[in-house]
């Protein structure tokens, strides 16, 4: 089935960077909002608080309507259970508000960037691509990379979620919490692993897009010549 892929392979402006290329390249691209993110990171430390204290206040609950039996013992609880449900909102909110702002902007100032090197092309470049397919990998590539933005600042804050859960969890019982994490290593591997697939899919799914989109701007495009020609 290796049919399947042909014509997909990488085009001739397309170029390989190391993990540590792309991560100095994409700071540089956050530089202008340090202090923005700087808020957002501690937003994201908040949340991750907040969302860990639900599920202990609840437990807390539990025991203390287990021991009393009195829905007043308990009302100090609940109240508390609200608040941090609230906060809990409001800063993932916050965070989701200003996140959109900044990726929007990084978004647009890299759009602009290859534009820019798309027009500094000379016309000899077009005659080897398709115009189409440069458009496509300007628009698609560029909103592939704010979502990678939201996925990881996601990530994040559940990684904060995870690490106060297990010191809650240590500070329970240790012998179990290590239990637990024992198939943390397993999880790590085949995330690992995943990785490197989903990078090699997604790019492979960037030149799809392009060579449909470039066919179509083509066809779209030789359409209104073949009618002035008509006429």
């Known amino acids: 089935m290796g049919f399947i892929m042909d014509g997909l392979e990488a085009e001739g402006y397309d170029r390989s960077y190391n993990d540590r290329d792309l991560l ?24 991750a608080i ?15 309507l287990g021991a009393t039996a009195s829905l007043g013992s308990a009302g100090w609880l609940l109240l508390a259970f609200l608040v ?25 100032k ?45 990530l994040i804050s559940e990684m904060l979620i995870v690490v106060i859960v297990v010191g809650v969890l240590l500070s329970i019982n240790v012998r179990l919490t290590v239990m637990t994490l024992a198939i943390a290593p397993l999880v790590i591997i085949a995330a690992l692993s995943f990785r490197h697939i989903a990078r090699q899919t997604t790019l492979r799914a960037q030149r799809a897009l392009a060579n449909v989109n470039s066919n179509v701007q083509e066809t779209v495009t030789g359409i209104a010549v073949a009618k002035n020609f008509r006429q």
């Open 24 to 47: 100095r390249r994409i700071v540089a691209y956050f530089g202008p909002h340090r202090r923005v993110m700087l808020g957002v990171a501690g937003v994201i430390f908040l949340n």
């Open 50 to 64: 907040m969302t860990t204290a639900l599920p202990i206040l609840i437990g807390r609950m539990i025991d203390t």
């Open 84 to 108: 941090f449900g609230a906060l809990s909102w409001t800063f993932n909110y916050a965070r989701q508000w200003h996140t959109a702002r900044v990726v929007g902007s990084i978004v647009l």
């Open 110 to 154: 890299l759009r602009q960037d290859a534009f820019g090197a798309v027009m500094a092309r000379d016309m000899s470049f077009y005659d080897e691509f398709p115009s189409g397919k440069i458009v496509s990998r300007v628009t698609s590539d560029t909103q592939s990379f704010a979502s990678v933005v939201t996925l990881t600042l996601n």
